[in-house]
């Protein structure tokens, strides 16, 4: 398996089980509320889908691909903790437990804009 594959594979199943999560703990009681779902679960798969695409960009830069690796295994581990500890392992529900949906993408596109700064710098000095 190649780090491209890897990348995808991964960034594959972190989008998948973060739009799951927004699929099973949304609110289905109306048409713009399901709207808003579907808003949210894009805004969800937005690093992942980022780093897809970005995965074949790189792909003579085995250090560059490198630190994507393992940066889409921390943006995945990242929504994985902060989706179970808020809505699956959480004693006392809040109003607030939603929010998760917004500030956790906020915070993988961020560091995924840093890491693509980083690959920038890496492949052009490594080659």
Known sequence: ???TSA??????????????IVAYYGDHSSLLMIM?????????????V?????????????TANAVLLVAI???AALSLFAYWMTFIDNP???????????FVPLYQLIGMSLVFWGM???SKWTN
């Open 1 to 3: 398996m190649t780090l």
């Open 50 to 62: 980022l780093a897809f695409k970005r995965a074949d960009k790189f792909a003579d830069s085995f």
């Open 7 to 20: 990348i995808r594979s991964i960034a594959l199943l972190g989008g998948l089980f973060s739009l799951a």
């Open 92 to 102: 006392a529900p809040d109003a607030q437990d939603g929010l998760v949906f917004l």
């Open 36 to 48: 808003l779902g579907l808003v949210f679960g894009a805004w969800v798969i937005a690093p992942f």
């Open 73 to 75: 295994i921390a943006a």
């Open 120 to 122: 920038g710098w890496i």
